[in-house]
């Protein structure tokens, strides 16, 4: 029996700021500022030197972080290229920025990138600091220490980020069933710290600050925090840590404080900074409870360094009858996830990593996998927030490089336990290359970085023996492929990372006590050069749309998942079977007025194992409207109606605001929704009417006069999707849409500027 004990943190900090120009501070201890507006950009390689201190920027075009080299079509810009990508969006971009350090107090600057793709090179003030060229999943920093100035003086960063086809960078060198666009795609941040401080946890296994538990029951905890410390003076420091463990009502229930003499440029790796918990409050899917820790470093009496972790406290095991939580039993049911967006790829606002998380709680999952490759700090955070567990794996598809590349993949697999090793919502490493299974060096290289978690293989369906990778004492937990009716008997526990009969593939899963869940392909539809995505670019495997617009299938899942009474009709086609998904215990259809009767679960062989499988209703639906009634119990809970929409009439704005803020930074987006409606308000699910978007205030229609047909947009099953962008200035927003010979719509919005906004990565 496997019984994992840890626990985990999710990153926050206390001041970011949106508008960055001039930077001032009153003390040492850390400030981590928010670094994504005010770029200049070109594309290509401009005339002249861009890295050099007084190059002219001046017609470069102003852009924020997260940023794409190109914005691109709904269906890639009907490129030839194939699933290899070696040539679409294969660009060399420059970014360049000025920026004030009014300061002397702090010892210590750097800049830390979340991720950029993929080859990044970095000037300060003219002079050359560094590259990056791992991968382009993977966060990294430069320390600028020796290269800025502190006062009135402007100073310079330029970055080339260069996407060129590189065989030796995971995942080039080979297909993929996902796009690779380039830029400064994630979060770049300015720190700036003492002479001692914190390090940053990528660069080695003991690096940054590592928080595990034991002993974890509902009665206690025992909560072991290391911290790395580096003494970046060239004498000797003496060193205090002063670590502080809150609870949710942010009361002081934990001081620990270790001290420790330092020679000159030195680290040191502080441990036993531990404390018991009694009756802890657990991280779980229900109930995410998040702590926080506060570490303080000080040189000698002077506050050097500030550090601040939410975290969790949870176990996990597994038995003979399946996995558990905390002691409670759950099948991991959920889906597996690209980052990308439309239009921008892969530089997607940490509000839009958050949407996604949101929309898969909102139907009752409690899984997702993270294909194929480290994604963003702010969905992994979501995760940790919302209670939903994670597996997560290198960058790669279905093939092996050469030696460079092996090497730059195990770098950028190391990287990425390191920035996620603490997080509660990861439950699984995945140790292997898609399709080809486990790597032993991969899990290996897990197992160094994070003794507390399970690795799985990643093996493709037709795998010639299912129980062989465990057998052979690689791998903990057995994952597959699965695409036919029956799944992979195995002999081992297992888990089943893609799948795509959702209905028959659930009730296999919970009919085999050695599957403990199981994810669909796909989460979303996605853009992809790889074949079986279509000529237009588009792989139609999720269960919802490429704009996170819920297909029926979303609505199963939520009639499956949750508890709370629910009804959805599915849209009749022809003379098929009406299809009703719900959780009640029986419903009554009426069609017209007249009732079909009541009406239990169909009981299907192949979906005996289902909670809530469908309601199948053996009636011909001609037209009309259709009204569904829900019983628990004998007792009507619930009801739904689904009208026979008329002639298009007028169009309804729908942004989608829901458990969000619009930040006024330049790179946030908000989905927004236009339905075409008939004149009861019934949405017209056949209309593909061109919608135009018209916007009054501070933000803008991504990709707007670009050509690439965003505005105006053709309506799909009746509904035009835009996605809205801020700029750097706060206040309302007025979203009219038209469309000729019916009625527009409108809505409004605000955008905000605010000083306490989540952040992502070690702050």
């Not at 006062?151 to 960078?169: E, F, L, T, Y």
């Not at 050097?304 to 002691?327: A, K």
């Not at 947009?713 to 835009?722: L, N, P, Q, R, T």
């Amino acid at each position: 029996m496997y019984r994992n004990m840890i626990f985990s943190f999710s990153s926050i900090f206390a001041f970011f700021i949106i508008l960055i120009t001039n930077f001032s501070s009153t003390g040492a201890e850390r400030e981590i500022l928010n670094f994504n507006v005010g770029w200049k950009y070109y594309l290509g390689n401009p005339h002249g030197n861009p890295w050099q201190y007084d190059y002219d920027d001046e017609s470069w075009e102003s852009v924020s972080i997260p940023h794409s080299h190109r914005l691109f079509s709904l269906t890639c810009d009907d490129t030839d290229d194939n699933a290899e990508q070696q040539y679409w969006h294969r660009h060399v971009g420059w970014y360049r920025k000025s920026f004030k350090i009014n300061d002397s107090g702090h010892k210590k600057i750097f800049l830390e990138f979340e991720g950029s793709y993929q080859v990044t090179d970095l000037w300060v003030n003219g002079h050359y600091v560094g590259n990056h060229s791992i991968g382009g999943y993977t966060p990294f920093h430069f320390d600028i220490t020796d290269y800025v100035h502190t006062g009135s003086k402007n100073n310079i960063v330029a970055i080339k980020v260069d996407n060129r086809w590189n065989p030796a960078i995971p995942p080039d060198d080979g297909p993929r069933d996902y796009i690779t666009p380039g830029g400064l795609y994630r979060d770049v941040y300015l720190v700036k710290t003492g002479s001692l401080y914190i390090t940053f946890p990528w660069v080695s296994k003991n690096q940054g600050v590592i928080i595990t538990t034991n002993d974890v029951s509902a009665k206690s905890a025992k909560v072991n925090i290391q911290v790395t410390v580096k003494n970046s003076d060239k004498v000797k420091k003496n060193c205090r840590v002063e670590t502080f463990i809150y609870n949710d009502k942010e009361e002081l229930i934990r001081k620990i404080i270790s001290n420790q003499s330092l020679p000159k440029t030195s680290d040191h790796i502080f441990t036993g900074l531990s404390a018991n918990i009694t009756n802890p409050r657990l991280w779980d899917i229900d109930d995410p409870h998040l702590y926080k820790a506060v570490i303080k470093i000080y040189d000698n009496d002077n506050l050097s360094d500030t550090y601040i972790e939410n975290f969790g406290i949870r176990w996990f095991e597994f038995r003979p009858d399946g996995f558990f939580l905390n002691g409670k039993n759950y099948e991991l049911i959920g889906g597996n996830r690209h980052q990308q967006y439309p239009y921008i790829g892969n530089a997607v606002p940490n509000s839009l990593h958050r949407k996604d998380v949101v929309q898969m709680k909102q139907a009752g999952m409690n899984m997702v996998r993270l294909s194929h490759y480290p994604q963003d700090n702010a969905f992994i955070e979501a995760c940790d927030e919302l209670g939903l567990l994670v597996t997560e794996e290198p960058p790669t598809w279905n093939t092996l490089g050469n030696k460079e590349w092996q090497q730059n993949l195990e770098q950028a697999w190391r990287r990425c336990i390191r920035n996620h090793r603490n997080h509660p919502s990861i439950l699984m490493w995945g140790a292997g290359i898609n399709h080809l299974g486990c790597q032993d060096w991969l899990h290996h290289a897990a197992k160094e970085e994070d003794t507390g978690r399970l690795t799985h293989p990643i093996v493709s369906l037709n795998w010639p023996d299912p129980g062989g990778i465990k057998k052979k004492g690689i791998c903990d937990i057995f994952s597959v492929m699965e695409f036919d009716e029956e799944f992979t008997v195995s002999d081992s526990i297992q888990f089943i990372i893609e799948h795509n009969r959702p209905l028959e593939h659930i009730s296999s899963s919970k009919g085999n006590k050695n599957n403990f869940g199981l994810c669909k392909w796909s989460a979303h539809d996605v853009n992809t050069l790889y074949k079986n995505g279509g000529e237009d670019h588009i792989m139609r495997s999720g269960f919802t749309d490429i704009f996170r617009i819920p297909k029926d299938l979303y609505y199963w899942y939520k009639s499956e998942l949750t508890d709370e009474p629910f009804i959805y009709i599915v849209r009749p086609v022809g003379e098929k079977p009406l299809t009703v998904y719900s959780n009640c215990d029986e419903i009554e259809l009426f069609i017209n007025g007249k009732s079909y009767g009541k009406k239990g679960h169909d009981n299907r062989v192949e979906w005996q194992n289902l909670k809530s499988p469908p309601f199948l209703f053996p009636v011909t639906y001609t037209s009309g409207n259709i009204r569904v009634d829900g019983f628990n119990g004998g007792k009507q809970v619930t009801s739904c109606s689904r009208k026979e929409p008329g002639l298009p009439y007028q169009l309804t704005v729908v942004p989608d605001m829901f458990s969000r803020n619009f930040i006024a930074d330049g790179g946030d987006i908000v989905m927004v929704y236009v339905y075409v409606v008939d004149k009861n308000g019934t949405l017209v699910n056949s209309s593909d009417l061109p919608i135009k978007m018209n916007i009054k205030g501070p933000a803008r229609i991504v990709g707007n006069g670009k050509g690439i047909g965003t505005n105006p947009v053709k309506a799909d099953h009746g509904i035009a999707s835009f996605l809205v962008r801020s700029t750097t200035s706060a206040g309302r927003i007025v979203l009219k849409a038209n469309c000729s010979g019916i009625k527009s719509g409108t809505a409004e919005i605000s955008t905000q500027i605010t000083v306490n906004e989540k952040a992502t990565g070690r702050k």
